[in-house]
T-cell receptor
C-alpha cells in the first residue's frame, strides 16, 4: 500500500511566521498535490507537481509556495502565515502514467492554526 | 471547467437502512469519477471509481455508484448501513488528460443506532 506521511498532525503558529508543511510518499509516484480542506468547501487544490523541481498552481495558490527537490518529498510553504490560512492541509500523490484516472492517495492531514 | 455538486451536506440515517448520497457534475469533456471517504481524524481514501464501461460500479465496504451520463450524476448507494459507515464522503471528477481532481463540498453521513 502507498503510504503518504505528513510530518505534523497539529501545528500552531503565529501570524507572520514562515511555516513549512512536509509530505513524503514511499511509492515512487510522480504526481504530488497539496489541498486545503475547509468545512462546506470540500478540498481545494493549492499546488501540484508532476516531477522533481516542477510545480503548477492550483485553484488557490495565493499566499503559498511549494518545493520539490526530491521525488518523494513535497513541501508546502506559507511565506507569512495569516489567520485565514487556519485550515486542514492534505497532501496526496498519484501515478502519472495513468493520467486523470489515477486515484489520489492521501496523508492523514495537518491541522494548522494561525493565531 | 469542471464542477461537482453534492446535493446534501448531511444525511442522518438509522443503522441497517439504505442510503443514497447524491452527486452531480458538470464538464465539457470526458471525465473520470470518484468517491472518497474520510473517517474522523484521517485522510481520504478511495471508495470506488468510474473510468469507462459498465455504469454500475462496486466499491469497498458494500458501496456502489451508478454513472448516469444524461443526468450527469454519480450517486453513491449502500443497501444497509452500519454505524462504522459514519464518515464524510466526497465526490470527485478529473478530466481524462489532466492532473487536477475537483472535489465536491462533501456529505457527512451519520448512522444512528
Amino acid at each position: 500500500d502507498v503510504k503518504v506521511t505528513q510530518s505534523s498532525r497539529y501545528l500552531v503558529k503565529r501570524t507572520g511566521e514562515k511555516v513549512f508543511l512536509e509530505c513524503v510518499q514511499d511509492m515512487d509516484h510522480e504526481n504530488m498535490f497539496w489541498y486545503r480542506q475547509d468545512p462546506g468547501l470540500g478540498l481545494r487544490l493549492i499546488y501540484f507537481s508532476y516531477d522533481v523541481k516542477m510545480k503548477e498552481k492550483g485553484d488557490i495558490p495565493e499566499g503559498y509556495s511549494v518545493s520539490r527537490e526530491k521525488k518523494e518529498r513535497f513541501s508546502l510553504i506559507l511565506e507569512s502565515a495569516s489567520t485565514n490560512q487556519t485550515s486542514m492541509y492534505l497532501c496526496a500523490s498519484s501515478l502519472r502514467a495513468m493520467g486523470g484516472n489515477s486515484p489520489l492517495h492521501f496523508g492523514n492531514g495537518t491541522r494548522l492554526t494561525v493565531t | 471547467a469542471q464542477s461537482v455538486t453534492q446535493l446534501d451536506s448531511q444525511v442522518p440515517v438509522f443503522e441497517e437502512a439504505p442510503v443514497e448520497l447524491r452527486c452531480n457534475y458538470s464538464s465539457s469533456v470526458s471525465v473520470y469519477l470518484f468517491w472518497y471517504v474520510q473517517y474522523p481524524n484521517q485522510g481520504l481514501q478511495l471508495l470506488l471509481k468510474y473510468l469507462s464501461g459498465s455504469t454500475l460500479v462496486k466499491g469497498i465496504n458494500g458501496f456502489e455508484a451508478e454513472f448516469n451520463k444524461s443526468q450527469t450524476s454519480f450517486h453513491l448507494r449502500k443497501p444497509s448501513v452500519h454505524i462504522s459507515d459514519t464518515a464524510e464522503y466526497f465526490c470527485a471528477v478529473s478530466d481524462t488528460g489532466g492532473f487536477k481532481t475537483i472535489f465536491g463540498a462533501g456529505t457527512r453521513l451519520f448512522v444512528k443506532a
